[in-house]
């Protein structure tokens, strides 16, 4: 069973400055990593998915990078309505098997 | 617009059975994997099951294999979970899923969830 593990738990930046999440898998899923928005009350946002492209109508200051066991959200120039929580997810082609992260929260500094 | 709307949930005691629904629109339904995820109160997200765009492949999180099954009409444009032998842990926001694409098997479009409270 693959783990994912993101850090850190919460992190503190200032609107306009630009923040670097983490998520780390237990073993290489080659480039099989989502990102996912969560606003209070609200469902799940797919903001990326491939690591690296980013899904339909996400803003470009939103980008995924890495591959195999290190993954990195870099969201750049921060917006209030930035400032929530981030989960990823690590997705298996066959059998299909989905495992999120324990979400990284976003706060303002 | 892709629209899911879940619908079903409710309290019910340890031990019992429950069944949500998901109505489609908006999108070819027959077309498309289904997913259902869910959240339990302040926690994070858990996938639970996928279906298949025509019901010939199911796969379910190990939490709730055996327990719970997901099925689907693609005449009622509805996805469907039946969980028996609820538990406590089982309590959460059950939200739907679509695919981002016919051969991208990511969830990408979600309803609104509805909570599922086991309690006795």
């Known amino acids: 069973e693959i783990v994912m593990t993101q850090s850190p738990a919460t992190l503190s930046v200032s609107p306009g400055g630009k923040a670097t999440l983490s998520c780390r898998a237990s073993?290489?899923?080659?480039?099989?990593l989502a990102w996912y928005q969560q606003k209070p009350g609200q469902a799940p946002r797919l903001l990326i998915f491939g690591a690296s492209t980013r899904a339909t109508g996400i803003p470009a200051r939103f980008s995924g990078s890495g591959s195999g066991t290190e993954f990195t959200l870099t969201i750049s120039s921060l917006q209030s309505e930035d400032f929530t929580v981030y989960y990823c997810q690590h997705y298996n082609n066959w059998p299909p098997l989905y495992t999120f992260g324990q979400g990284t929260k976003l706060e303002i500094k | 617009q892709v629209q899911l709307v879940e619908s079903g949930g409710g309290v019910v005691q340890p031990g019992r059975s429950l069944r949500l629904s998901c109505a489609a629109s908006g999108f070819t339904f027959s077309s498309y994997s289904m997913h259902w995820v869910r959240q339990a109160p302040g926690k994070g997200l858990e996938w639970v099951a996928i279906?298949?765009?025509?019901?010939?492949?199911?796969y379910y999180a190990d939490s709730v294999k055996g327990r719970f099954t997901i099925s689907r009409d693609n005449s009622r444009n509805t996805l469907y979970l039946q969980m028996n032998s609820l538990r406590v842990e089982d309590t959460a926001v059950y939200y739907c899923a679509r695919d981002l694409a016919v051969v991208i098997a990511i969830p990408a479009y979600w309803g609104q969830g509805t909570l599922v409270t086991v309690s006795s």
């Open positions: 279906i298949s765009f025509d019901g010939s492949y199911k």
């Open positions: 073993q290489s899923v080659i480039s099989n």
